[in-house]
T-cell receptor, first 116, second 115 residues
């Protein structure tokens, strides 16, 4: 089972709204990721959580605030976004194992965000 | 810095035929990992195949196989017996062995499979 779920599938918000994106995995993975993907472009890494601690922040503006409440959940809190933040937001998770020393990332279906 | 180049923005193939997608990368690392991901119109990024650089044998997964040329820094994907469901954007990606959290993606190749 390599399932990562994301809610909502679609989100429309105004520039003054506060909203949250949610990501969940039950594979026992201990690393979780947020990516931003614009149309016809590759995903861009935003944040990495490893063992529920923020390990990478790719200089993302503070209007994006990640949270990892437990090892299965990852949230992305959104506040005062700009229209250029409209994109597909992908969550991924990964785990090291003895048979596979590297972390293959498994992606969720994404949340399509439109900021008006 | 590592870079990944996919020189074919778009490709098309007829159903049941074979197609090869190109990927080259630039790195000074000796140990690393390479991936092909597929993203159909449904948006979900799906792992197709992966290769460990220290393994000389090319990875295969059913109809998908790679031609890994380490000296040439080339990692092409061959899709045999193409199916309509293979229509998608394909991304090649690189990961250093020492930092297994950062995937570096190429710009992608849009593959269209025609009946």
């Amino acid at each position: 089972d390599t399932e990562v779920t994301q809610t909502p599938k679609h989100l429309v918000m105004g520039m003054t709204n506060k909203k949250s994106l949610k990501c969940e995995q039950h594979m026992g993975h201990r690393a979780m990721y947020w990516y931003k993907q614009k149309a016809k472009k590759p995903p861009e890494l935003m944040f990495v959580y490893s063992y529920e601690k923020l390990s990478i922040n790719e200089s993302v503006p503070s209007r994006f605030s990640p949270e990892c409440p437990n090892s299965s959940l990852l949230n992305l809190h959104l506040h005062a976004l700009q229209p250029e933040d409209s994109a597909l937001y992908l969550c991924a998770s990964s785990q090291e194992s003895r048979t596979s020393p590297f972390r293959t990332q498994y992606f969720g279906p994404g949340t399509r965000l439109l900021v008006l | 810095a590592q870079t990944v180049t996919q020189s074919q923005p778009e490709m098309s193939v007829q159903e049941a035929e074979t197609v090869t997608l190109s990927c080259t990368y630039d790195t000074s690392e000796n140990n690393y990992y390479l991936f092909w991901y597929k993203q159909p119109p449904s948006r979900q990024m799906i792992l197709v195949i992966r290769q460990e650089a220290y393994k000389q044998q090319n990875a295969t997964e059913n109809r998908f196989s790679v031609n890994f040329q380490k000296a040439a820094k080339s990692f092409s994907l061959k899709i045999s017996d193409s199916q309509l469901g293979d229509t998608a954007m394909y991304f090649c990606a690189f990961m250093k062995r020492r930092n297994t959290d950062k995937l570096i993606f190429g710009t992608g190749t849009r593959l269209q499979v025609f009946p």
